[in-house]
């Protein structure tokens, strides 16, 4: 059962309000979600705890209400070129939540090429705004299908500045340097340790530790007493369900 005694919140719907809860407390900033449960999560939190953030139509018109996924803003309260755009990604007014096809326990990401990157097996986006997004402001990262393949102890090329490398180069790539979360269909995982290496932050309703762990392809610390990740409340489901995404667009991302 859900919260609030209704139909139980899919594993989906579990993840929007993880992704939703990684822009909690930040205040008036741009939220940049890729992918359509991050997208979820971002327009979630301003609907309910977090006001100020402020959302794209994913082009460069800020929107002054909440549509459906797919669908235009019925209002628009600003204008933002690209010129702007990057005002707010070198000052550190920005948290995007970007995918990764790699990711270590430093938080490195990949998403250029799988392989030796002088010849690589797979050429995927290149390495797009990914360093600059790291280094100048708050980064999370989302990842529909938590595996041994996606988790991996070293990436084949970094794209997005992981805390050792950031640490190596100094106060200019850790002044906005922040990797907040990471969410996966299975858990929510931060750096949180003295190390600054990835950890479990929260385990997804009926996922153990050991399920965590046999799916990622390094040394994980998981807490004695982690906590659960948790379910939507009544009212967030509705909103999930009637408002932000009633195509149930959410459920094709998470096959668990």
Partial sequence: MSAGGGPAASRAEVCVVACAEAWRGDGEILASPTGVIPTAGARLAKLTFAPD???????????ADIPALGAKPRAVEGWLPFRRHLALVTGGRRHAMMGAAQLDRHGNQNISC??????PARQLLG?????????NHPTSYWIPRHSPRV???RVDMV?????????????SATRFHRIRRVVTDLAVLDFETPDRTMRVRSLHPGVTA?????????PLDVPADVPRTRSPSATELRLIREVIDPAALREGEVRR
């Fill in 53 to 63: 953030l402020l959302l794209t139509d994913g082009e460069a018109l800020l929107m």
């Fill in 114 to 119: 799988v392989g030796d990157w002088r010849r």
């Fill in 127 to 135: 390495v797009r705004g990914a360093p600059a997004n790291t280094v």
């Fill in 151 to 153: 988790l991996v102890p």
């Fill in 159 to 171: 794209s997005g500045v992981g805390y050792d490398r950031a640490a190596a180069a100094g106060p």
């Fill in 210 to 218: 050991e399920e965590v762990r046999a799916a990622t392809g390094f």
